[in-house]
């Protein structure tokens, strides 16, 4: 065999050299906001009061899903399903991890809550209420393979920064397969220090400059990492605290919108609706809530800008979502998800439906708009494929790939009914209840208050008509589908109270 000359080897090294760059692994970035309702950015809502141009451009830059949703209507559970591609009924995950001596480790076998108080103390047991809610497990168990796991199993480095909200220490970032946290605790919003500014309070993030901004360190975090990692693999997840309350913006901006309020001059009359048993938010002019919402924007326009800066745009899938719908009938009632109904902790579509956008690079078709249902459980299995990488189905469970549906909006991919289990009292106004879509058709099963809904959200999106007593068919077939899941998952219930006497919130 005759030697290469050097323009052969010269060739040979080209070659080896593209084909390398042609095969090198996708990277991913995952941003959640917190509490970031659908009709909050302006790729879904133009006339949003709040500005979001980095997220505009992230939107016409890749697709945008019109029927996203959280698997739950409150934070933690959402959080738990993304990580573990599993329903939060399955892992037990199915309300907000309270303080560390208020939820369980693990379902006790004799639990009785009309026999043991300290257990009903614990589950969030209330005794002017009629039913007790289900019991559930306040950490992300152990023995889940999550998908930060999977990934680092392949050669990812893997960064955490942000609300962890998953369980006491033991259960954080760290624990769970990421490298790196920066600000992952157990706590549902920043309060510790001078919570949205700095000195934060946070065992896990040291403190900035005085005054420095929450979501713009939480920003700089994960730019330093992209660009330590260029290189490498990489996994950054962003998950902001922002927008939760404490309600407290960068006084600059907070200023900004109370004079674009004092501009739209709203009367309490066009401000305010009702749903029983809460008053709703109509419009869209709370300033502080605005400066939030734009601060986080400006965070998400930065870690972008890090990518571009560091030459891996063009190899990074990015995921920007939210964990459950806008607060429209509580705390602060700082901004409407209309024509969505509701909010957060509320069944109905404002507190579940999110925004959902995706930028994947040579794949997702600019300014792309996806319309197929999908549920956050998803996410595990989407990435693991588009990584190229193994599935794990007997960890993600509950999620279906999205792959073809990222490389055609048109595409068909075969799925079961989607499923929520919120077996809670909501702090913002809900009740307990389970939800099937399947098609266009979404029942909510109530626990206590109403008979079943039914609504065809391709009519009626904003779920103003009860079909129920016209469709009872529909609604037989439906209560059978959903029975039937529960029991697949074995699903908990709330509990009969049988000390409730008197009248409660009506319905």
Not at 290 to 307: P, Q, S, T
Not at 336 to 341: A, V
Not at 422 to 435: D, E, L, R, T
Not at 463 to 486: F, G, T, Y
Request: glycine share 10%; hydrophobic share 35%.
């Amino acid at each position: 065999m005759k030697p290469l000359t050097i323009l052969q080897l010269a060739l040979a090294m080209t070659v080896t050299a593209a084909t390398a760059q042609e095969i090198r692994p996708l990277n991913v970035v995952f941003i959640l906001a917190d509490d970031l309702g659908f009709m909050d950015i302006s790729p879904n809502n133009p006339k949003t009061f709040y500005e979001t141009p980095n997220l505009q451009r992230l939107a016409e830059s890749g697709m945008r899903f019109t029927q996203g949703y959280a698997a739950c209507p409150v934070c933690s559970p959402t959080r738990s399903s993304i990580l573990t591609g599993q329903y939060p009924a399955r892992t037990r995950n199915t309300d907000y991890f309270h303080a560390p001596n208020e939820y369980l480790d693990e379902i006790p076998a004799n639990y009785a809550p009309a026999e043991n108080a300290e257990q009903r103390k614990k589950l969030g047991g209330h005794e002017k209420r009629p039913i007790w809610p289900a019991p559930y497990i306040g950490n992300l168990a152990a023995e889940h393979t999550t998908l930060a796991e999977a990934l680092k199993g392949h050669g990812y480095a893997t960064f955490f920064a942000g609300k962890w909200h998953l369980g006491r220490e033991g259960s954080w970032p760290e624990d769970h397969g990421f490298d790196i946290n920066k600000g992952g605790i157990d706590r549902g919003g920043p309060y510790g220090g001078k919570k949205y500014f700095s000195p934060y309070g946070n065992p896990k993030l040291e403190d900035g400059p005085e005054g420095e901004h929450l979501p713009e360190r939480l920003a700089s975090e994960t730019a330093k990492f992209i660009a330590d990692h260029k290189d490498s693999p990489f996994l950054a997840y962003l998950s902001f605290y922002s927008v939760h309350t404490p309600l407290i913006g960068r006084e600059d901006l907070v200023k900004k919108y109370q004079e674009r309020a004092k501009e739209l001059g709203a009367t309490d009359d066009a401000i305010w609706g009702y749903d029983a048993p809460r008053k709703v938010r109509q419009i869209q002019e709370h300033a502080i809530y605005a400066a939030m919402v734009e601060a986080m924007d400006l965070a998400v326009g930065k870690v972008l800008k890090a990518l571009d800066d560091n030459g891996v745009a063009e190899r990074t899938l990015v995921v920007f979502f939210s964990d459950n719908g806008g607060l429209s009938t509580s705390e602060g009632w700082p901004t409407s998800n209309l024509p969505c109904r509701a909010g957060k902790g509320w069944l109905y579509e404002g507190g579940i439906r999110e925004p959902l956008l995706v930028k994947w690079p040579g794949v997702t078709k600019p300014g792309s708009v996806c319309s197929a249902p999908m549920i956050s459980t998803d996410f595990y299995p989407t990435l693991l494929e588009a990584c190229g990488l193994p599935a794990q189905p007997k960890q993600h469970l509950d999620g279906v790939s999205l792959v073809p549906l990222l490389k055609d909006p048109s595409a068909t991919i075969e799925r079961q009914p989607l499923f929520w289990h919120y077996a809670h009292w909501g702090n913002q106004g809900g009740i307990p209840g389970s939800v099937i879509r399947d098609g266009n058709w979404k029942l909510i099963d109530f626990y206590w208050g109403k008979q079943p809904e039914l609504f065809d959200l391709a009519t009626d999106p904003g779920e103003q008509n009860n079909l129920a007593a016209d469709q009872p068919e529909q609604v037989k077939a439906l209560l059978a589908k959903l029975n039937a899941w529960r029991q697949s998952v074995n699903a908990l219930a709330p509990t009969k109270n049988p000390d409730f006497e008197g009248e409660f919130e009506k319905w």
